[in-house]
């Protein structure tokens, strides 16, 4: 079964960083392009990242432009997300999710808390 | 940014009748390569979200045929045409015309 797995969440201080991977399993992982999308607790959804197949192109919301980095490894069928300067308003879980136009997999989700 | 407007917020159905959303955009979601890039997600409690609807009508692998897609340009629509215990959850439209890709606030639907 088609399948991804986020992971690396956790508690952080304000200020602090935090990296998230996702493995990915099943599917050509190398072939697709993926993103990042965060839900705040009780919120609604928010996409934050993409990366290209090739890891050639990315693109970020304007919310975490500069402080979080998406990249990927097609050897090892994974992706990352390097946040940094993290502040109160990045808690969320944050998902892992193949893009074709659209989100057809999704991954189960890490929290990340961000408090003092 | 196309900011992507959901009504209504929340919708209690009765079991068997059908039920509809509605989702309108900031901007035309038709690109320059004539496809629309309108898509309807349900997230049920506890679970990511699960693609449903994609490209405005096109039911995702899966899904049942109670659950259809209408639209274009600024103005779409989800329908059930028999709403099931199981549809309860919060559906989202998402647009991927244009960078950065958008979500509804959200529709909650209740049983």
């Known amino acids: 079964q088609v399948q991804l797995v986020e992971s690396g969440g956790g508690l952080v201080k304000p200020g602090g960083s935090l990296r998230l991977s996702c493995a990915a399993s099943?599917?050509?992982?190398?072939?697709?392009?993926m993103s990042w999308i965060r839900q705040a607790p009780g919120k609604g959804l928010e996409w934050i990242s993409y990366?290209?197949?090739?890891?050639?192109?990315?693109s970020y919301a304007d919310s975490v432009k500069g402080r979080f980095t998406v990249s990927r490894d097609n050897a090892k069928n994974s992706l990352y997300l390097q946040m940094n300067s993290l502040s109160a308003e990045d808690t969320a879980v944050y998902y892992c999710?193949?893009?074709?136009?659209?989100?057809?997999?999704w991954g189960q989700g890490t929290m990340v808390t961000v408090s003092s | 940014d196309i900011v992507m407007t959901q009504t209504p917020l929340s919708l209690s159905v009765t079991p068997g009748q059908p039920a509809s959303i509605s989702c309108k955009s900031s901007?035309?979601?038709?690109?320059?390569?004539?496809?629309?890039?309108l898509y309807w997600y349900l997230q049920k409690p506890g679970q990511p979200p699960q693609l449903l609807i994609y490209e405005v009508s096109k039911r995702f692998s899966g899904v049942p045929d109670r659950f259809s897609g209408s639209g274009s340009g600024t103005d779409f629509t989800l329908k059930i045409s028999r709403v099931e215990a199981e549809d309860v959850g919060i559906y989202y439209c998402m647009q991927s015309t244009q960078l950065p890709l958008t979500f509804g606030g959200g529709t909650k639907v209740d049983i």
């Open positions: 099943v599917f050509s992982f190398n072939d697709f392009s």
């Open positions: 999710a193949r893009y074709t136009r659209a989100f057809d997999i």
């Open positions: 990366i290209s197949s090739s890891g050639s192109a990315v």
């Open positions: 901007q035309s979601l038709l690109h320059s390569d004539a496809k629309t890039y």
